[in-house]
Every structure is written in structure tokens, then in C-alpha cells.
């Protein structure tokens, strides 16, 4: 490398890159933004210009330098004077100082662009000469390299400039690229040194207010500039088809740098091609040393102008050979006459150049050359040559037919699939069976040559092949369409001028409608002819939505399909725009767009990201800024370009990536809205288009276009609405409006007045639109937080004069600056969100729009799946703080029991739980602060910490409610506890005595039990003579009694209760039966016939609120402290009868005395357990008879022991065993219980999770069993089949699949009371010891140890004698052995006999959540709050209305539609009681049963419920006495499902 070259890239810190160039993805990132009012050191010098460059701003080739050392200042041009005394010394000085040379000087701007194109690869170098391109500067067409000397020739860098021009008198347009453009050129050179500018003439033929060409006046320009020598740079002049244009047609001027005497190679080559040579010389003189080239010029026969430095005059030569003196004369006159002359040669017959002729010119390098470069060519040209010879506008439908007319058509079915009307089961059967046939076909026509070899080179290219082979593609593919394309497009923008100009003027007239009716044929056309990459990616997602619905296997030796995704996401990671929504088919391919976000996810990780959209009227510049804002590659070109929905990922630099919580933005740019034309189909797409962007974004940009607010209004109303939809689904995008082509931006007042013109617009807007959708807003900010001081901004025009030749307004690129750190400053404050969750948002947004009403159909999956995670956690908060408060309510029953308590305090137990709760609070915290989707959740925050506050204080009163009756039962049989302990010294006497008179036969155990047992009843007799005994009850007899006393015979065969059909009568299916109309038999039969499900339901309705009423009426009588009373059952009955006799009142007709009755037993039926445990449990408390019977078997025990002489010690050791016995079981069976619900509770599958968990179990267990009486207590009564269901689970958890677990958990309890039991011995016999106690204070201590664990009292009266307690220490651990021998090979059966349940604990866990069903088909609310206000009941599938035997009026035909079919249909229903009819869609509107009922509209694809319909069709119609015909008939499709597949599609229910 020279030193130069070295010491140059040095200085812009550009070393490194010389080695390892700069590529796209170095700025496609999002970075610091750029500082366009300082000045930038040298090393930032290059960053600074590229980062300009791609912003379009022009003034990138004059930045100011500041010197990096601080000591060298770039503002003095000469050394520092001395300081001296006198001003004669001072001007002496000044006369005599030299300057100093070796002063630094800055780097020469176009050094700083080329020392950039240098060091960059090819790709970036494309982009870097395209935005010069745009800027209106020269680009290199032949550049010596700095090292070798080798000239090349960047044709690739041309690739992507398209230029536009108009031939005067010629209406027609040309837009080409360049490469193909055969234009002629002018040449320029110079021979020698000149003090005149070549470059600045040059510019005032082609543009006289911008410098295309750099030149030595310039901005920053220095003496010497190392790169450009020897560098021949292009431009074209472009005619804008006016008058005043310097030139008639496209023109290419070339350009040489430095003296061509030295320069031979370029000066041949650019000689060769040029149409016209121009040559500058100092002087025409032989003896000059241009003489020889110029002789050589002169000779050519092309035309040569000659322009010599010292000479003042033009003269014209022979054969279009001039020359033209400069001396003394002013540049625009040299300018006008050089136009002139250049003019009247190429009106002569001429050459012409064309770029790609370049790759010709021997002993240059081409770029095209490059071997990758030419492979991807090569694999473009195989794949591109097959359209060869193809009509542009048939390419699509011939090589591309998957998404044509097939996938059209399956999109607008797909859409009707949502509206549906008449029989809309059938008709949803029919029609995706329709959308199966066209996947089929589009499958079997996925086999065309054109996408094997497309996909075929993009799978097996290396990325940099691949991505020559895509660009190549695309222009190929656009040389293809061109010229058909510019000329749809020139008649499309001139008929859409017309009817903007017929609207404005408001005429309604036929020119109107026959100027829109051209426009749609144009635009029909413009579809057609439009072909890009974009077409062949399109088929791609089709061919793999075809083909992943079909399940096929990969045919014709293409590329596997099921690869597409994945290759498709390596090309979004590269920086290629993906379509997102199909503008042609208006539809989002949503399985193609999942699988493309997941494989992205799979490549990068679930990575956060900032989703930027964009929204504005077509051709309003929103890809252009977009482009420059973030250095994109969205299409921008005439007309309407992008269609539809395009998406980009940019990364967020690694220095700038601190600053945000996401590492990408997303960029999605849309298509125009159209609203200025008329049509309710444009209309309906422009709402489709702006919901669907604004919904998606974390921030839209609104790009308006012009001054006139009222051309905007549309526009600005399609917006509004699609912001407060967003508003009414709960999603909180925010804005920023664009106001582009502004006229000027500077003027604060007029922007102040624009500003709150457009306040006031939008504000209008928003009354519009809440009158639209339904809400009330009387201003834009209650839509959405804005604020039109910093949320708009205005932009200056894009270009700076007139197209074509205009370069961009440096304003533009400012208010790009600008705009770009808004956005930024705004996202700073946004987490964005994952890209699954951005997935997510895709399909709940698009599922909502293509139903009718968007907010009424929105489903927000996201939201759903971050909430069902939160309802895991707070199911195990709760049951962290249940678990607690039952360890807490055992140890306080128990102290109640031993006497040790007789109040609880409600202080004490929340300090007992204050720990827990503190823990569970601090869990809390943690989960809403730190967890991922922490945004999300903050909205159910402080919902949900109330409600764990509410749950910890309510349950914690609950306990000491418990306690209370607890101690208030405890409190009611004290007149029998204090008799115990007489009783118990009685008997105890008694045994000795008794013993004293068999010590001889103390080995006869039969005759010790003979005596005892004879003895034992009288001494029970005796003890209990003043008490009466408690009776127990005969409830069935008490049922008669009653019914007789309300004239009901038992005995008639109209009134069996042996029957048990009454046990049913809450889930009978037709209530017809019980029906009494009276008069004549046909009255009767008619009003049978008419007697319409909306009865049915009041009747059921009816059944289950007297069955509360009764149970609760029940439940609230003493019957624990005081005993059961037949009255109970009176009340009871008499209320039934009166709620019956209220329901019959204006009825038209009556229920049969048989309902009144089966009603009643079914009352008594279900009060029956209740009533019967409850009086056994008050016998046992209070009856002395009772529990003296159970002491029997614990006196014989002491008698015998008399018997064998024992001492007292012994004796009262066996009775303190057999005491700790029973109470130790029940601790075991308690503890077991608590451990055993908490084992199920987080390793059970169906307990584990959250409400809707145990729902999909519930049905998972009925599909499997097939039990259709099962089925119906689940529709009709789904907590009772829930709460039997948790009941059948622990059985078969505990008795069968882990039975062994649970018998360890059982033993280790036991275990652990007996560690308990020896604490309790030694630590009570040690402090006996100590302090030289009794055996009263023995038991004191012993008692006290396990007063929390154990119940247990002993009187001690009768065994005072007792001093050795390490003897009775002994004794009692002897006994124990066997009492924990004999406790550890307890049955698991045993808990079953004591206070907790396990399955009753996870009924009080899992079970007190929402049980509301939905009013047509009885699907369960499966949100686990009771208490989810003010969200809406919800559940993510219905099912068939027939199987809550829903039916068509006055017919026997069930109706088969699911409810979210219906709410999407036109159809109607009746209103119980009333005539009044309801259209489901306004379902809502029928009442409070309706009104808290969210049912969003979906395909119903859920198989269980129709497998469940087919499989038990004949139960069914036998149930509700209706039949599956007519309109109510199974459709074939449905029986196709197998009981596997459907209780495989419960899984699908939970992951929605």
C-alpha cells in the first residue's frame, strides 16, 4: 500500500476497513443519531458521511473538520505572530513572517468518498453510488486502484439507479435503469494545467444550482486530492420534457480527473464511447504537448469541441469538430453556447453509450466480473430465462399460479367462512371443504420449474451468492416488465389526476363513474404487469400453506417446502423486507407468517422488538422516509409500489443498545390508503390496512402529504378509528403525524396555526369516529395519549427545485434527523415486545378483521396466555397461604379440643401468617417487576393484590369461624365433658374393684371378658340413669310424614321413590312430561309441541334456585350444637311449594303435582348426607350412652391389667397409650391429608395448573369413560362434575397410581409423632424430676408438650401413688412400640374416617373460581377468579347449542351451530318469555345474563364437541326429545373425527 493511500485512510480511522470492508449491516443498524450543526473530527469524518449520505442529505461532501489535536486549530490558515511592542513592529512583522507550510491541511471531501467506496464491499458500495445517485452527484465510472493501479469499473454499483426523463413534445415518460439506458455522452477532458474549473463548467450545463461535480470551489475543498486522480465519473442530465431544459433527451456526461495527457488508459476508453468529446487545453499550440492526442481527436470522426484557455473566439470546423475560446469571457455565456453546440451535434446522427457495454472494454476489471458475482448471475439467468418470450402480464398467472386466482379465491371464502348465514355448520363444512380442494390444487400446481429453480439456488448458494442471485433476479426480472410497466403506470397516474380533479369539484356525474371504471381496469392491469421478487417469495408462502395444510411430501425434486420458512428468515436476519400482508389478495397468510417469525426466533431468540409502522395516502413518500430515516431498501419508484404490508428488522447497534429494552426494530411499511376514491371496497381495505399497522405497532407514523387539511379528512378519519379501536381492545400504540411538502417549515406561527388546525381536525375526527364505533370521545387525546406540540412534525419538500434533475432538500434530511430522534426518545420509554408475542399479535389482529366488527371480535392471545400464566401464580399463592392457615386450624382445633383454648383471637392468627403472607407478597413483587411481560401484567397489578389480600384476610376469618363453631360445639356438650371425668373415675374404680374379685383367673381371658361384659351394662345404666338418651333419626319416614301433611300418598304408583327418577330431575333434557295445560287433549298436545327451549331453561333455572335456597336454609340450622328437628324439613317444604305455585302465576300453563314431588324429594334427596353426618357428629358430642359404649373396649384393657397385678403406673400407662392412640391416628390421618392435597396440588397434571387446566381434565376423563350421564351433570351442574371429579382423582392417586407415596407420606407422619411422643416423655419427666412434682403436674407437662399436636386428657385422680415417672416413662415407650407398630401399617382407608379430606381441600382450592356458563351452549367461564369484574365471562371454545339442547322454534330440529358461529351470523334468536327477537350479533343487548358474556366469533375448529354430538347422537336426541334432521342434521364431515383426536384437541383448547 503507498503511504499516501495509507496515511490517508489513517487519518479517517479507516485502517482496518481496508482489510475487512465495510457491508450493508454496518449501517443497517439503528445508532447514535447524527449531529448535522457541528463539526465532526477527523476519525468521525467517513461515519458522519455515510450516515448523511443515507439520510439524503447532500451536504455530506461539506462537513466541517475540527483538527482532533488540540493544539492545531483548522481556522487559522497561517502560524501565530509574534507578539512586539509597536504597531511599526507589528506591521513590519506582518510584511515580513513566512507562512508555514507544513501546517496540516483537511482531507479532501471527494478523498473522504472514495477512501468510503474503497473500503467498502460491493453490496454497500451498490447502495453508497445509488443514494450519490439520488443526491444528484457524479458517480465513479472508472477508478484506478490506490495499491495496484488497475483500473475497474464498478458496473454492479449502477445496478439499483433507475432514471426518469420526458422528451419535450412527447408525452410519454421513460423511467429505465440506467445500466440498459442507451444515451449519448459527452467526454471531458483536460490536457495540461488550467487555472478554469472543468468540473464547475460542467456543472452549469447540467445543473446550475448544485454541484454534481465537485470542484475546486467547493465547500472544503483542498489543493490536492489523492484518490480522484485518474477517476472518470458519470452523470445524466435528465429533461423534465419543458421548455426551459438545457438539453432534449437523456444525456451522459463523463467526466476525467487530472491531466488526460497522463492518464491514457481512461482517456482511450472514455474516447472510444463517447458520443461527443469535449477538450479543455491551456493553449492550442503545435508545440504544446496535447498536440499528438489532440491530432488523434481530431481525427476520430466523432465530434469534438475544443476549448482552449487563452483564445476568445469560436470557430467551426468540418465534421462537427469546433473550437471555442474561454479567455475574457463570463461562465454562463461559455455555458449557453457550449449547450448550444453540444445540442446541434447530437440532433446529428450519433453513438450512443450504454453502461453495460463497459463490461466489454479490455484491460479494465469489471466488478461483474468477481466470480460470486457472476454465479449468482448465472443461477439468475437460468431461472429468469424460462419467462423468456412470456407476455409480462401472464408471467404470474402461468409460473406463479399458487397465488393467482387460487389463493384469491381462497381468501375471499375464507372471509366468508366469517359471515355466514342459513344453515351455518353445513354451510362452514361446505366451504372449507372448498378451501381444501383449492390447497389441493395449489399443491399439485406447486411443482412449476420456475420456484424449483428459485428455491433451488437460494438453498444451495453461499450467502454472498445468494444475495448476488437476488438482486440479479430482480433486475432481471425488472428488464422484463419495464417499459409494459412505466406506460400502465404513466395512464394510471393520469386517470387518477382526473377523477381527484371530477371529485373536488364534487361532480357525481357519468364522466365520474366512467373514469373510475378506466381507473380499475388500470389498475387490474398494473396488477398484472407488475412482477418482482416479491411474487416469487408470495408463491413460496403459498406453495408451503398448501402443502403444510395437505400434510404432502415433497414432489417433483423441488426444494423441500417445509424449508421455505427457514430460508426465508436467514433472508429477513440479512435486512430483506418480508411481506407481511398480501396487498393483492388483501390477506395475511398468518400460518406461512407464523412459521417464517418462528424460524426468525429460532436464529436469533425470542428477542424483543420495537414494531415502527407507517400509515398515508399512496405516492405520499412513506417508504422514501423511511428508507432514509434507517438506510432501508423498501421499493420506491412511480406509482403505487408497495402493496399491502412489508416488514424489516433493523438491529440496534451494540453502543446504542443500552439505552433501549429491545434489540430491534421492525419496520412495517404499507401500502397508500386510497380514500380519496370512491368505493366501499377501497374503503373497507384502507380500515383493514390502517387497524391492522396501527394494532401492530408500538408507535405509527401517520404521513400526510400537502397543506389542505380537508384533502386529508379522509385519511385522518380511517386513522382515528383504527386508533380508538385500539383504544376499545385495550392496546395503547403511540403516534407521531408527518405533515410532508410543507412550503416552509421555519415559519413558527404558521406552523402554530397548522398545528391547531390540525388539533381541531382530529378532534373532530374522533367525534366521528366514536360515533362509529360506539364510544364516547369528544377529542383526539381521549383516544390516545397526544400532544400536537411534539407529536407532530412538519417536513419540507422532498427535492430542491424541480424533478428530475433536483437533488433532495438538505431540509428533508433535517426533518428526517429530527423525526428519527423523536421516534427514538419515544421508543427509549417502550419495552416493545418479543417476536412471539409480535406473532401473536398478528393473528389476533388479523382473526379480528376479517370478521365484521373488529373490537367485538378481537382476541387478544397474548394478553390471555400472559394472564393464564399469572392465574398458575396466584393458584399458588393461594394455596402457599391455604396450606399455611390449615397447619394453623389444626393446631388451634386442637387445643380446643384439649381444653387449652376457649377464644380464638383473630390477631393471633394473622400474626401466625404474617411471615407467609409477608413472603407471598414479596413473591408477588417479584413476579410483576421482574417477569418478562411485566408491561402486560402491570394492567391486573393491583386487581390482583387486592384480591390475594382479600383471599388471606377472608380465609383467615373463615378459620376462626370454623374454631368458633369449633368451640361453641365444644361449649354445648360441656355438660357432658364435665360428667366424663366423673364417669371415667366410676369406671375406673369399678374396673378395680371388680378386678380384685378374678385376680385368681387373670389368664382366662375368655372369662375375664364373660364377667366384664356382664357387668358393663348395668354399670352403664347406673351411671347414665338421670340423662336422656339422644335418638337417632329417621329422615325417610319424616319425608313421608311431610308429604302426607301436604296430601301427597307415597303409596301411588304416581309417586314411587323407589324409582329414583327424581335424583335426576335438575338434568332432565325435556320437561314436557311435567306440563299440565288443561281443556281439550289437543290444547294439551299443541302446547306440548310449542313448549320452546327458552322454558325449558326457566324450569331448570327454577329446580337449581330452590335447591340453594333449600340447602342453604338447611345448612343454617343448629343442627351441630342442637340436634336435628323434623321442622327443618317442614320449612323446606312449604318454601318449595310456594316457589312453585310463584313460577306457575301467568304462565300458560301449570306444572304437574308429579314435578312438585319430585322436586321435593330431590330437596330431601340432597339434604339427606348433610343432615344425617351432622346429627351423628352431635350424638357423638353429646350423648353419653355413645360415648360411654366407646370407652368399652379401653376398661376391659385396665380391668384385665388389675387383674395380672399390675401397678398403677403400668395401668395408667396403658391407658395414656390407649388415649394416644386414637388421638395420634387422627393427627396421622389430618397431617396426611394436608400433605397428601399439597403433593396433588403441584405434581397432579389436572390440579397443577389454572381453572381452565382442570376443565380440559374434566373432559379429558368424560371422553375417556364415554359416560353420558357423566357428560350431563357436566353440562347442567359443572362444578358438582368438577368437584366429583377432583374426588375420583385422589382416589385413584392415592389408592392406585401412587399409592405407594402416599403410604410413605402416611408413615412419615407417624414417624414424626413419635419422635413427638418422646420429646413429649422425657422433656415432661425431666421437669417432674427437676422440680419434685406429682403425677398432676406429670401429666400437666406431658399434655402441654402436645397440646398443638395431639388431644389428649386423663384424670389422674386414682393414681396419685404414682412416683417413679421413669418407670412410667418406660412403660408408656413400651406400650407406644405397638401403637406405632400398628399405626405405621395403617390403611390409607383410615383417612377417610377423620376431619380433612384431601379431596375436600382441593375442592376448596381448585373449585372456588367462576361457574357461570354461557347462555346458549352452557360452556363453563373458565376464569379462576369468582370475581373477575369487570372483565367479561369468557372461555377460549363454545361448543354445539344442540347439546345444551338449544333447538329451532316450533320444529324438533336441533341447532348444531356453535355460538361463535352464530355471533358472527345474521341469524336470530328468541328471548326467554317474551316474543322479542334478538339478532345474535346484538346478543349483548338481551340482557344481564348476555351483556358479561364475551363470545368472539371463530372457525369452531375444536373436534371434541362435534366427536362428542356424533358419538352420542341418539342419547342426545332421546334426552331432550328432539331429533338431528333438517336444519339441525350432522354434518358428514363431523363424524370423521375419532375420540382420540378429540381429546388430543383439548391440548389446543389450553395453549390458546
Not at 370475581?1427 to 322454534?1449: E, K, L, W
Request: proline share 3%; charged share 30%; net charge negative.
Amino acid at each position: 500500500m503507498e503511504n499516501a493511500t495509507q496515511t490517508l485512510l489513517g487519518r479517517l480511522h479507516l485502517l482496518e476497513k481496508h482489510g475487512q470492508e465495510f457491508s450493508p449491516d454496518d449501517y443497517l443498524k439503528i445508532g447514535p443519531p447524527v449531529k448535522l450543526d457541528h463539526e465532526t473530527s477527523e476519525k468521525d469524518l467517513a461515519h458522519t458521511f455515510l450516515q448523511r449520505l443515507i439520510m439524503l442529505d447532500y451536504r455530506a461532501r461539506y462537513i466541517p473538520v475540527r483538527q482532533d489535536s488540540p493544539d492545531v486549530s483548522l481556522s487559522k490558515p497561517g502560524q501565530v505572530l509574534d507578539t512586539v511592542e509597536t504597531e511599526d513592529n507589528d506591521f513590519d512583522a506582518f510584511f515580513s513572517s513566512s507562512l508555514d507550510k507544513s501546517e496540516p491541511t483537511n482531507v479532501h471531501p471527494m478523498d473522504v468518498q472514495m477512501a468510503v467506496f474503497h473500503c467498502s464491499d460491493s453490496f454497500f458500495k451498490q447502495n453508497m453510488i445509488t443514494k450519490l445517485s439520488q443526491c444528484q452527484y457524479a458517480l465513479p465510472l472508472l477508478v484506478p486502484d490506490p495499491v495496484t493501479k488497475d483500473i475497474d469499473c464498478p458496473l454492479w454499483t449502477f445496478r439499483q439507479i433507475k432514471k426518469t426523463w420526458k422528451i419535450k413534445d412527447n408525452s410519454n415518460t421513460v423511467t429505465m435503469p440506467i445500466c440498459t439506458a442507451k444515451t449519448p455522452m459527452v467526454s471531458f477532458f483536460r490536457l495540461g494545467s488550467l487555472s478554469l474549473s472543468k468540473s464547475q463548467l460542467m456543472n452549469t450545463l447540467i445543473n446550475d444550482h448544485h454541484s454534481t461535480f465537485f470542484h475546486r470551489n467547493c465547500p472544503g475543498s483542498t489543493k490536492s486530492c489523492h484518490f480522484m486522480h485518474g477517476v472518470a465519473e458519470i452523470a445524466w442530465y435528465c429533461p423534465s420534457g419543458k421548455p426551459n431544459d438545457a438539453f432534449a433527451d437523456c444525456i451522459a456526461f463523463c467526466n476525467l480527473h487530472g491531466d488526460a495527457m497522463l492518464i491514457e488508459k481512461q482517456r482511450e476508453i472514455m474516447t472510444e464511447k463517447s458520443s461527443v468529446n469535449v477538450v479543455l487545453v491551456p493553449t492550442l499550440d503545435k508545440s504544446h504537448g496535447s498536440t499528438t492526442v489532440i491530432s488523434a481527436l481530431f481525427k476520430s470522426p466523432k465530434p469534438l469541441i475544443i476549448l482552449i484557455a487563452d483564445n476568445d473566439g469560436a470557430i467551426q470546423g468540418k465534421d462537427g469538430k469546433y473550437k471555442m475560446g474561454l479567455k475574457d469571457r463570463n461562465q454562463p455565456d461559455v455555458s449557453e453556447e457550449l449547450k448550444g453546440i453540444i445540442g446541434k451535434l447530437l440532433n446529428a446522427p450519433h453513438t450512443t453509450f450504454q453502461l453495460e457495454t463497459m463490461a466489454d472494454v479490455p484491460g479494465i476489471r469489471v466488478d461483474e466480473d468477481d466470480h460470486v458475482c457472476q454465479n449468482g448471475k448465472s443461477a439468475a439467468m437460468q431461472t429468469i430465462n424460462l419467462l423468456q418470450g412470456t407476455d409480462v402480464s401472464k408471467i404470474k398467472d402461468k409460473f406463479l399460479p399458487c397465488q393467482g386466482q387460487l389463493w384469491h379465491e381462497w381468501c375471499k371464502i375464507n372471509k366468508e367462512l366469517h359471515h355466514l348465514k342459513g344453515h351455518i355448520e353445513e354451510e362452514k363444512c361446505q366451504k372449507q371443504q372448498e378451501q381444501m380442494q383449492i390447497r389441493q390444487k395449489q399443491s399439485t400446481a406447486s411443482c412449476s420449474e420456475l420456484m424449483k429453480l428459485f428455491t433451488g439456488s437460494l438453498s444451495s448458494l453461499p450467502p454472498t451468492d445468494r444475495e448476488y442471485f437476488l438482486k440479479w433476479t430482480q433486475i432481471l426480472i425488472d428488464a422484463l416488465s419495464i417499459d409494459n410497466l412505466s406506460l400502465i403506470l404513466q395512464n394510471y397516474d393520469e386517470k387518477w389526476s382526473e377523477v381527484l380533479v371530477l371529485k373536488k369539484k364534487h361532480d357525481k356525474s357519468d364522466e365520474l363513474k366512467s373514469k373510475q371504471t378506466e381507473l380499475d381496469q388500470l389498475s387490474t392491469q398494473l396488477q398484472s404487469a407488475t412482477f418482482g421478487l416479491e411474487h416469487l417469495f408470495r408463491e413460496m408462502s403459498q406453495i408451503y400453506e398448501a402443502n403444510s395444510s395437505m400434510q404432502e411430501k415433497t414432489k417433483c425434486g423441488q426444494t423441500d417446502w417445509s424449508k421455505y420458512p427457514e430460508m426465508a428468515a436467514e433472508l429477513m436476519i440479512s435486512g430483506h423486507p418480508m411481506e407481511l400482508m398480501d396487498g393483492d389478495a388483501g390477506h395475511v397468510p398468518l400460518s406461512w407468517i407464523s412459521s417464517l417469525l418462528d424460524e426468525v426466533i429460532t436464529k436469533l431468540g425470542d428477542q424483543r422488538v420495537f414494531v415502527l409502522s407507517i400509515l398515508g395516502v399512496q405516492s405520499s413518500g412513506k417508504s422514501t422516509m423511511l428508507n432514509a430515516m434507517f438506510g432501508l431498501q423498501f421499493a420506491v419508484s412511480a406509482g403505487r409500489c408497495t402493496k399491502g404490508a412489508l416488514m424489516q428488522l433493523v438491529q440496534v447497534s451494540e453502543e446504542f443498545r443500552k439505552e433501549f429494552k429491545f434489540d430491534y426494530f421492525l419496520v412495517v411499511d404499507t401500502e397508500g390508503l386510497r380514500a380519496e376514491l370512491e368505493g366501499n371496497t377501497t374503503l373497507h381495505h384502507d380500515n383493514e390496512l390502517a387497524t391492522f399497522v396501527v394494532g401492530l405497532g408500538n408507535m405509527t407514523l401517520v404521513n400526510i402529504f400537502g397543506e389542505k387539511l380537508a384533502e386529508m379528512q379522509d385519511v385522518l378519519q380511517i386513522v382515528v378509528q383504527a386508533f380508538m379501536r385500539m383504544k376499545k381492545v385495550k392496546l395503547s400504540p403511540s403516534c407521531v403525524f408527518v405533515h410532508q411538502n410543507v412550503s416552509d417549515i421555519a415559519a413558527v406561527e404558521k406552523n402554530m396555526d397548522g398545528k391547531r388546525r390540525m388539533q381541531e381536525k382530529l378532534d373532530q375526527m374522533a367525534q366521528l369516529a366514536a360515533k362509529e364505533e360506539g364510544c364516547d370521545a369528544e377529542c383526539f387525546s381521549d383516544v390516545i395519549a397526544f400532544d400536537v406540540q411534539k407529536d407532530v412534525k412538519y417536513f419540507a419538500h422532498l427535492w430542491e427545485g424541480s424533478p428530475p434533475m433536483a437533488p433532495p432538500n438538505p431540509g428533508y434530511s433535517e426533518s428526517i434527523q429530527e423525526l428519527k430522534n423523536i421516534i427514538l426518545s419515544k421508543a427509549r420509554l417502550s419495552p416493545g415486545i418479543t417476536l412471539s408475542q409480535f406473532k401473536c399479535k398478528i393473528q389476533d389482529l388479523w382473526n379480528a378483521l376479517i370478521n365484521e366488527n373488529f373490537v367485538f371480535s378481537f382476541k387478544n392471545t397474548l394478553e390471555t396466555a400472559v394472564y393464564r400464566k399469572l392465574e398458575v401464580q396466584y393458584g399458588n399463592w393461594t394455596w402457599a397461604l391455604r396450606s399455611k392457615l390449615l397447619t394453623i386450624e389444626n393446631q388451634l382445633y386442637t387445643r380446643i379440643e384439649n381444653g387449652k383454648l376457649d377464644k380464638v383471637e383473630l390477631s393471633y392468627i394473622f400474626e401466625e401468617m404474617s411471615e407467609t403472607f409477608g413472603e407471598i407478597k414479596k413473591d408477588m413483587t417479584s413476579y410483576f417487576d421482574d417477569d418478562r411481560d411485566k408491561e402486560m401484567l402491570v394492567q391486573w397489578r393491583g386487581r390482583f393484590e387486592i384480591k390475594i389480600k382479600d383471599f388471606h384476610d377472608e380465609q383467615v376469618k373463615g378459620v376462626k369461624r370454623k374454631l368458633d363453631e369449633v368451640i361453641q360445639q365444644k361449649q354445648a356438650c360441656k355438660s357432658l365433658d364435665d360428667k366424663k371425668t366423673e364417669f371415667e373415675n366410676k369406671l375406673l374404680q369399678k374396673s378395680k374393684d371388680l378386678a380384685h374379685q378374678f385376680k385368681d383367673k387373670a389368664n382366662d381371658e375368655k372369662e375375664l371378658k364373660k364377667q366384664f361384659n356382664s357387668v358393663w351394662r348395668n354399670w352403664i345404666e347406673e351411671l347414665t340413669a338421670d340423662t336422656k338418651p339422644i335418638k337417632d333419626i329417621n329422615l325417610e319416614q319424616d319425608q313421608i310424614s311431610i308429604l302426607k301433611e301436604l296430601g301427597i300418598e307415597m303409596s301411588s304408583k304416581s309417586y314411587s321413590k323407589d324409582s329414583d327418577s327424581y335424583k335426576k330431575i335438575s338434568e332432565v333434557g325435556c320437561y314436557k312430561d311435567y306440563i299440565f295445560y288443561g281443556g281439550e287433549i289437543g290444547k294439551i298436545e299443541k302446547i306440548k309441541w310449542n313448549f320452546q327451549k327458552e322454558e325449558q331453561e326457566l324450569i331448570r333455572s327454577l329446580i337449581d334456585d330452590v335447591e340453594k335456597q333449600s340447602l342453604d336454609a338447611i345448612k343454617s340450622k343448629p343442627v351441630a350444637t342442637r340436634g336435628y328437628s323434623s321442622t327443618y324439613l317442614q320449612e323446606v317444604a312449604k318454601n318449595v311449594q310456594t316457589k312453585v305455585k310463584e313460577f306457575e302465576s301467568g304462565k300458560k300453563y301449570a306444572l304437574e303435582n308429579k314435578f312438585t314431588v319430585d322436586l321435593l324429594l330431590y330437596v330431601f334427596y340432597r339434604a339427606e348426607s348433610w343432615l344425617s353426618q351432622t346429627h351423628k357428629k352431635f350424638k357423638m358430642n353429646n350423648d353419653a350412652l355413645t360415648y360411654l359404649d366407646s370407652k368399652k373396649n379401653q376398661y376391659y384393657n385396665i380391668f384385665r391389667s388389675f387383674c395380672k397385678g399390675n401397678s398403677s403406673a403400668v395401668v395408667l400407662g396403658k391407658l395414656i397409650c390407649e388415649k394416644l392412640k386414637s388421638s395420634a391416628v387422627e393427627a396421622i390421618c389430618n397431617k396426611t391429608a394436608i400433605d397428601l392435597a399439597g403433593e396433588m396440588k403441584c405434581s397432579s397434571p389436572a390440579f397443577s395448573g389454572n381453572r381452565l387446566n382442570l376443565e380440559k381434565h374434566v373432559l379429558k376423563s368424560l371422553a375417556e369413560k364415554e359416560d353420558f350421564d357423566g357428560y350431563i351433570t357436566y353440562i347442567r351442574h359443572p362444578r358438582k362434575k368438577a368437584e366429583s371429579f377432583i374426588k375420583e382423582e385422589v382416589e385413584e392417586y392415592i389408592f392406585t397410581k401412587q399409592r405407594e407415596k402416599a403410604q410413605n407420606m402416611l408413615k412419615k407422619n407417624v414417624e414424626d409423632i413419635n419422635q413427638r411422643l418422646s420429646l413429649a416423655l422425657f422433656t415432661a419427666t425431666e421437669k417432674v424430676k427437676t422440680k419434685r412434682g406429682d403425677i398432676d403436674m406429670w401429666v400437666k407437662e406431658f399434655s402441654s408438650f402436645l397440646k398443638d399436636e395431639l388431644t389428649f386428657t386423663i384424670c389422674c385422680q386414682k393414681f396419685r401413688d404414682i412416683k417413679n415417672f421413669d418407670f412410667l416413662k418406660e412403660e408408656i415407650k413400651e406400650g407406644l412400640l405397638s401403637v406405632i407398630q400398628e399405626m405405621s401399617s395403617l390403611s390409607l382407608d383410615k383417612i377417610k374416617e377423620f376431619r380433612l379430606q384431601p379431596g375436600q381441600i382441593l375442592i376448596d382450592q381448585l373449585c372456588n373460581c367462576c361457574w357461570v356458563t354461557c347462555p346458549f351452549c352452557t360452556a363453563v367461564c373458565t376464569n379462576t377468579l369468582e370475581d373477575h369484574s369487570p372483565d367479561d365471562h369468557n372461555v377460549p371454545f363454545h361448543r354445539s347449542t344442540a347439546i345444551n339442547g338449544f333447538n329451532y322454534r316450533n320444529t324438533v330440529e336441533l341447532s348444531l351451530d356453535f355460538c361463535t358461529s352464530k355471533v358472527a351470523s345474521e341469524r336470530r334468536f328468541y328471548l326467554n318469555e317474551t316474543e322479542k327477537i334478538i339478532p345474535f350479533k346484538q346478543y349483548r343487548t338481551a340482557g344481564p345474563r348476555y351483556a358479561n358474556w364475551r363470545i368472539t366469533p371463530d372457525e369452531s375448529k375444536l373436534p371434541y364437541w362435534k366427536w362428542f354430538v356424533c358419538r352420542f347422537e341418539k342419547q342426545l336426541e332421546e334426552h331432550y326429545k328432539m331429533k338431528f334432521q333438517g336444519r339441525g342434521e350432522i354434518p358428514s364431515e363431523w363424524r370423521e373425527h375419532s375420540k382420540q383426536e378429540a381429546i388430543g384437541s383439548l391440548d389446543e383448547m389450553f395453549n390458546m
